[in-house]
């Protein structure tokens, strides 16, 4: 038997809502401050808080700019454009275990050869936008660490739901999916359901690298028996439940 999750993505998956599931299921959020504090990263602080998203109770967890308490993906202030090499650096900076370690810049690896073929730019002349801002680098890096301390030996999910409509992003207006989300789950299953309302971004390349790199498979475990489960909350209150629900159990 193994000690796995199950992630349903019927509001997709962000790397905020990733971490907040994880949370959820008892990581304590001061260890998470402490392996973000190994970073040497300076003026951002973390919040995990309990919200309601159409009726159910999640935990919303931000990264915040220390000196106004803003949260720094809400804020969409100026930051480097970091390259794949910095951020490699950066993770290499906090010593941590192999396997978080190795996770983390795997994962920042997929999305830099995401980006890549997107834009036709060559890995190592490419430089991030939003997915090398600190609240992208603080969620891999959460979720990692998280995984390793709930010592989660496999993870599941159904295929996420993308979302509909578009999105604003650092290269001006684009549909959703965004290319590199598509890039990223090639080859991989994936819903996209018809709303209503159109509710723009629901997986993003974040949420899905993190899937990718995680996910055993993108269907529902077989014999899987469950423990206890949590909610990561999104950022918006839309007309379903914004959330990520994170069961855990043994397969």
Not at 28 to 56: F, K, M, Q, W, Y
Not at 100 to 128: D, G, M, N, T, Y
Request: net charge negative.
């Amino acid at each position: 038997m193994s000690r796995s999750i199950f992630f349903k993505t019927d509001a997709g998956v962000s790397g905020d809502m990733f971490v907040g599931s994880l949370i959820a299921l008892g990581v304590p959020l001061e260890t998470l401050e402490e392996s973000v504090g190994r970073l040497g990263l300076e003026g951002i602080s973390l919040r995990a808080e309990n919200v309601r998203r159409a009726g159910v109770e999640a935990v919303k967890f931000s990264v915040l700019e220390a000196g106004t308490g803003e949260d720094i993906e809400v804020a969409k202030g100026e930051q480097p454009h970091r390259g794949l090499s910095d951020i490699i650096e950066i993770i290499k900076r906090g010593s941590f275990s192999p396997s978080v370690e190795e996770a983390a810049i795997s994962i920042f690896r997929k999305l830099a050869e995401a980006e890549s073929r997107v834009h036709q730019v060559p890995v190592e002349e490419l430089h991030f936008h939003e997915v090398g801002a600190l609240d992208s680098i603080v969620d891999v890096l959460c979720a990692s660490v998280g995984l390793n301390w709930l010592e989660v030996e496999e993870c599941h999910c159904l295929p996420p739901v993308l979302g509909a409509g578009e999105v604003v992003c650092a290269h001006g207006v684009i549909a959703v999916p965004a290319p590199a989300t598509l890039e990223i789950l090639s080859g991989r299953p994936f819903r996209n359901p018809r709303f209503e309302t159109p509710p723009g971004e629901l997986t993003t390349p974040t949420g899905a690298a993190l899937l990718d790199h995680f996910c055993k498979e993108f269907s529902a475990p077989p014999l899987f028996t469950p423990e206890s489960e949590g909610f990561g909350a999104g950022g918006r209150e839309l007309d379903f439940p914004n959330i990520l629900r994170a069961t855990m159990g043994t397969i």
